[in-house]
């Protein structure tokens, strides 16, 4: 059976709609992720307000699932472990390489930075 230019055509809009909306999904999961971290990071700065005032005392802050970071007390972060074990710690240490202090803030943004790059790269491989 030999297709007809119409039939090609549409078996192309047909393969086409499948991309997009396989890349929809995608792109809905990444957000419902940023919006996690969002929420992580709204309890992050909560916590940290608890510390003010609070000296000598090591704490610990959730900055993700099971991620963790030692806040200062001026709501600065400071990496717990010497291993990077994810983009949160990667991101960290990263940024502790062009400043003194790393502030939760610069932390996402980095990280959506990231997020930004990888799906910048996998739409162009996609091209």
């Not at 396989?22 to 969002?38: M, T």
């Not at 099971?66 to 600065?76: L, M, R, T």
């Given at each position: 059976?030999?297709?007809?230019?119409?039939?090609?055509?549409?078996?192309e809009?047909?393969?086409?709609?499948?991309?997009?909306?396989?890349?929809?999904?995608?792109?809905?999961?990444?957000?419902?992720?940023?919006?996690?971290?969002?929420?992580?990071?709204?309890?992050?700065?909560?916590?940290?307000?608890?510390?003010?005032?609070?000296?000598?005392?090591?704490?610990?802050?959730?900055?993700g699932?099971?991620?963790?970071?030692?806040?200062?007390?001026?709501?600065?972060?400071?990496?717990?472990?010497?291993?990077i074990?994810?983009?949160?710690?990667?991101?960290?240490?990263?940024?502790?390489?062009?400043?003194k202090?790393?502030?939760?803030k610069?932390v996402?943004y980095?990280?959506?930075?990231?997020?930004?790059?990888?799906?910048?790269?996998?739409?162009?491989l996609?091209?």
């Amino acid at each position: 059976m030999i297709m007809t230019d119409n039939e090609k055509n549409q078996q192309e809009m047909i393969f086409q709609l499948q991309m997009f909306e396989q890349q929809i999904d995608q792109l809905q999961q990444q957000i419902q992720a940023v919006e996690q971290a969002v929420i992580d990071m709204k309890t992050l700065n909560y916590d940290l307000d608890e510390l003010v005032g609070k000296k000598d005392k090591e704490i610990l802050a959730a900055i993700g699932r099971g991620i963790f970071a030692n806040p200062n007390p001026d709501k600065s972060l400071e990496l717990k472990y010497s291993k990077i074990y994810g983009l949160t710690h990667l991101s960290i240490y990263i940024l502790k390489k062009f400043k003194k202090k790393v502030y939760e803030k610069e932390v996402v943004y980095l990280i959506n930075l990231f997020q930004i790059l990888i799906m910048s790269i996998g739409y162009l491989l996609l091209l």
